[in-house]
């Protein structure tokens, strides 16, 4: 489902949502009538269950006018419906009026930042109630199941609404979890935008096509949020999908939608076994390789002056350095590469440096630019040589007392939009996370000279749900981070309220084993 993210129910609340309990008194709510008639549900069901619809919209209407009603399914990546003018417009007022009073909660880490209510299997407002129970109730759910051709379970559905400001946004995932002999089999979004909400406003529901090992590749669709429309598809494996960064410019308008699933049996079909599941190859993590004999330990000193700042170099600074970080595990070195250094590699850093650089995916696991080839980039070949060198792991031992043999490294660029998220399946492996930030530098008279948390593109350590470390990108600023097998990382979303992009060299070494 693409906006909600899943509370456990209590066994009341569970009950609740079987039975359609709670209090107060039930009114009468209905869709539209045309959405019920023969002529639409057939026409709808033959269309939505066709695997070769041809357009790449198919639409049915009932007149001319929007609130006449418009059955629409998008046929590519995977069949996605729209209703439009689905319920009564006075009856959806009323609802995000009840909403507005309950209490919400920021809703922020890897995969998403948006604001959501409490589940709303028990809550008693009168409009909360009526939709609960009429979504959840014979004549919606046997409605659903004509339009779409599914199976559903009466009485049981997950409900909770969502509120995206600017900047929020949910990125690529699929709906596909079970719970027990049930398995969700249709995501709804019913959206309660303003009237004016358009394209340019965002928080449009994304599709992303899958290549031939269903990986997420790129968003080939949209359903522009609408008031009063419902958007709906059934989940599966291919179904990925993202609700897209909301850019409002008026800051109090804010993309409302109540969203769920409806539930259906388990069957062998739609049962995902874990030895199901397209494991991701070896390459979405950077290769690991020895460190590279680059000088004699004799000639250390004359390749650190070269390359790094000259305090840093100091025996004293290092004691410094490898007290701090053998207190807290981690620490920065700001201005860390020799002024002259840092000059020449970002003249080198150019829109043509990175022009041949590739998107690295896949969607639901991360998205940036990487410069796999340096061949004709001299001064960034160097650097780069010179951080994957035993020189450098040197360096690093006399401020970690670590002893590193192995290391992987990726020059990188995050423009707007990228992102990284944890994956079960692409954990990276324990080491000494060392990153160095080569964006320009910014005035200090320049507004935009501090890094601001809601711009995104922050380094998050986490372990479990407890947040340990958070790394803002810098200039020249070298970070280094013992992360063990508990410790994860992710860098967040960057949003299209960041002021710049971010450039860096980001490298795991890995130390030699007690064995050897």
């Given at each position: 489902?693409?906006?909600?993210?899943?509370?456990?129910?209590?066994?009341?609340?569970?009950?609740?949502?079987?039975?359609?309990?709670?209090?107060?008194q039930?009114?009468?709510l209905?869709?539209?009538?045309?959405?019920?008639?023969?002529?639409?549900t057939?026409?709808?069901?033959?269309?939505?269950?066709?695997?070769?619809?041809?357009p790449?919209?198919?639409?049915?209407?009932?007149?001319?006018?929007?609130?006449?009603?418009e059955?629409?399914?998008?046929?590519?990546?995977?069949?996605?419906?729209?209703?439009?003018?689905?319920?009564?417009?006075?009856?959806?007022?009323?609802?995000?009026?009840?909403?507005?009073?309950?209490?919400?909660?920021?809703?922020?880490?890897?995969?998403?930042?948006?604001?959501?209510?409490?589940?709303?299997?028990?809550?008693?407002?009168k409009?909360?109630?009526m939709?609960?129970?009429?979504?959840?109730?014979?004549?919606?759910v046997?409605?659903?199941?004509?339009?779409?051709?599914?199976?559903?379970?009466?009485?049981?559905?997950?409900?909770?609404?969502?509120?995206?400001?600017?900047?929020n946004?949910?990125?690529?995932?699929?709906?596909?979890?079970?719970?027990?002999?049930?398995?969700?089999?249709?995501?709804?979004?019913?959206y309660?935008?303003?009237?004016?909400?358009?394209?340019?406003?965002g928080?449009?529901?994304?599709?992303?096509?899958?290549?031939?090992?269903?990986?997420?590749?790129?968003?080939?669709?949209?359903?522009?949020p609408?008031?009063?429309?419902?958007?709906?598809?059934?989940?599966?494996?291919v179904?990925?999908?993202t609700?897209?960064?909301?850019?409002?410019?008026?800051?109090?308008r804010?993309r409302?939608s109540?969203?769920?699933?409806?539930?259906?049996?388990?069957?062998?079909?739609?049962?995902?076994?874990?030895?199901?599941?397209q494991?991701?190859?070896?390459?979405?993590?950077?290769?690991?390789?020895?460190?590279?004999?680059?000088?004699?330990?004799?000639?250390d000193?004359?390749?650190?002056?070269?390359?790094?700042?000259?305090?840093?170099?100091?025996?004293?600074?290092?004691?410094?350095?490898q007290?701090?970080?053998?207190?807290?595990?981690?620490?920065e070195?700001?201005?860390?590469?020799?002024?002259?250094?840092?000059?020449?590699?970002?003249?080198?850093?150019s829109?043509?440096?990175?022009?041949s650089?590739?998107?690295?995916?896949?969607?639901h696991?991360?998205?940036?630019?990487?410069?796999e080839s340096?061949?004709?980039?001299t001064?960034?070949?160097?650097?780069?040589?010179f951080?994957?060198s035993?020189?450098?792991?040197r360096?690093?031992?006399?401020?970690?007392?670590?002893?590193?043999?192995?290391?992987?490294?990726?020059?990188?660029?995050f423009?707007?939009?990228h992102y990284?998220?944890?994956?079960d399946?692409?954990?990276?492996?324990?080491g000494l996370?060392?990153?160095?930030?080569?964006?320009?530098?910014?005035?200090?008279?320049?507004?935009?000279?501090?890094?601001?948390?809601?711009?995104?593109?922050?380094t998050?350590?986490?372990?479990?749900?407890?947040?340990?470390?958070?790394?803002?990108?810098?200039?020249?600023?070298?970070?280094?981070?013992?992360?063990?097998?508990?410790?994860?990382?992710?860098?967040k979303?960057?949003?299209?309220?960041?002021?710049?992009?971010?450039?860096e060299?980001?490298?795991?070494?890995?130390?030699q084993?007690?064995?050897?």
């Amino acid at each position: 489902m693409p906006d909600k993210v899943e509370q456990k129910a209590t066994p009341v609340e569970k009950k609740a949502r079987m039975t359609g309990t709670g209090t107060g008194q039930t009114q009468a709510l209905g869709i539209n009538p045309w959405y019920l008639s023969d002529e639409f549900t057939d026409s709808y069901r033959k269309a939505f269950t066709d695997k070769h619809l041809g357009p790449p919209m198919f639409s049915i209407k009932q007149g001319e006018e929007p609130m006449d009603g418009e059955g629409i399914i998008i046929s590519s990546p995977f069949h996605t419906g729209k209703l439009r003018s689905i319920l009564p417009n006075k009856f959806l007022l009323g609802l995000k009026h009840e909403l507005s009073e309950l209490n919400w909660h920021e809703r922020l880490n890897d995969l998403y930042w948006f604001h959501q209510t409490d589940d709303l299997a028990l809550n008693g407002k009168k409009h909360i109630k009526m939709l609960r129970d009429y979504l959840s109730g014979e004549e919606f759910v046997g409605f659903m199941e004509k339009i779409t051709g599914t199976e559903l379970v009466r009485g049981y559905l997950d409900l909770a609404a969502q509120r995206y400001k600017k900047g929020n946004h949910l990125l690529c995932h699929d709906d596909d979890v079970h719970r027990g002999k049930m398995t969700r089999k249709i995501a709804y979004i019913i959206y309660l935008v303003d009237e004016e909400w358009s394209e340019e406003d965002g928080g449009a529901l994304g599709l992303f096509d899958s290549d031939d090992s269903r990986y997420p590749t790129k968003v080939v669709s949209h359903i522009v949020p609408e008031f009063n429309s419902i958007g709906f598809f059934l989940t599966g494996m291919v179904s990925y999908h993202t609700v897209e960064e909301v850019t409002v410019a008026d800051q109090k308008r804010e993309r409302w939608s109540v969203t769920g699933w409806f539930y259906g049996p388990a069957t062998e079909n739609n049962t995902t076994e874990e030895n199901t599941l397209q494991i991701l190859p070896s390459s979405v993590l950077p290769q690991v390789s020895p460190l590279e004999h680059l000088v004699d330990t004799k000639d250390d000193q004359t390749q650190w002056a070269k390359w790094i700042n000259p305090d840093y170099l100091k025996a004293a600074v290092q004691v410094q350095i490898q007290d701090t970080f053998m207190e807290q595990s981690s620490v920065e070195l700001h201005n860390f590469l020799h002024p002259k250094a840092f000059q020449s590699i970002l003249s080198c850093l150019s829109q043509e440096f990175w022009h041949s650089a590739s998107l690295k995916g896949p969607a639901h696991l991360r998205s940036y630019l990487e410069k796999e080839s340096l061949a004709s980039d001299t001064d960034i070949r160097e650097l780069a040589g010179f951080l994957r060198s035993d020189s450098f792991g040197r360096f690093l031992a006399s401020v970690t007392s670590l002893q590193l043999v192995d290391a992987s490294q990726q020059v990188r660029r995050f423009n707007k939009g990228h992102y990284t998220l944890i994956h079960d399946q692409a954990l990276e492996p324990a080491g000494l996370d060392v990153t160095l930030s080569l964006m320009p530098p910014v005035p200090k008279e320049d507004p935009h000279a501090e890094w601001d948390e809601s711009w995104g593109g922050a380094t998050h350590y986490v372990a479990d749900k407890d947040e340990l470390l958070r790394i803002s990108p810098d200039s020249n600023s070298l970070s280094l981070v013992l992360r063990d097998e508990g410790t994860l990382r992710f860098v967040k979303y960057l949003n299209h309220m960041a002021p710049r992009d971010i450039q860096e060299i980001s490298m795991v070494f890995t130390e030699q084993n007690e064995d050897e």
